[in-house]
């Protein structure tokens, strides 16, 4: 008996073993190209941010301040992208900079194309393809296809804040792969 009882314990824990090979395999994490553009010198482009942050100092009037994470350029016309990571499935984004986002989208569609995404993630691995993000383009913004909430829907704290908050599930949920044919779709449309 003891050794019939051995014998199905081990049947059952390699059944089980087998089970989870094969559920491992299935999670292969694909890699992507190599990357088309590196730091080569992550020192000196530390060093310049930091010089930045040294401009606007104590006692002046003006402050804050944000940049633009990509802008690509094409034969005159624009994709820009701004990053934000998620906390609690929402996004935060200063009320100045998508003031300012917005008149610029508006003030290049005037002259050229230019396509503004804000592009949500979480603790993201860019060089997998497979990786998601959640994204929305300025015009959706304009349009109130993405709610403009400026305090937490979802929380008790009813105060405004000078921030706007996206929530996930407003964004269009895309691959990195999928991102990368967004951008090249619209390279291509700029010829």
């Known amino acids: 008996m ?15 073993n087998t089970v989870q090979s094969e559920q491992i395999s299935k999670q292969i994490i694909r890699k992507s190209a190599k990357a088309k553009y590196h730091i080569f010198d992550e020192t000196e482009f530390t060093r ?8 606007i100092v104590h006692g002046m009037v003006a402050s804050g301040g944000t940049d ?10 624009f994709i820009i ?15 100045g900079q998508m003031i300012a986002y917005e008149k610029l989208h508006e003030k290049l569609n005037l002259a050229t194309k230019c396509y503004l995404y804000v592009v949500g993630c979480d603790d993201i691995d860019f060089s997998n ?4 993000v959640w994204i929305f383009e300025m015009s959706q913004w ?24 996206v929530y996930r ?22 010829e």
Do not use: C
């Open 2 to 16: 003891p050794n019939e009882t051995r014998d199905l314990i081990d049947t059952l824990y390699e059944k089980e």
């Open 48 to 55: 310049g941010r930091e010089v930045l942050g040294d401009l």
């Open 68 to 77: 633009i994470d990509w802008l690509i350029e094409h034969k005159g016309s």
């Open 81 to 95: 992208l701004e990053f934000k990571g998620f906390h609690n499935d929402k996004i935060n984004i200063a009320k």
């Open 129 to 132: 393809p497979d990786s998601t």
């Open 142 to 165: 304009k349009t109130g296809a993405i709610p403009k909430n400026t305090s937490d829907i979802y929380s008790d704290d009813s105060g405004k804040q000078n921030k706007f908050i």
């Open 169 to 190: 599930e407003y964004m269009e949920e895309i691959s990195v792969e999928k991102l990368r044919q967004l951008l090249d779709f619209h390279w291509k449309e700029f």
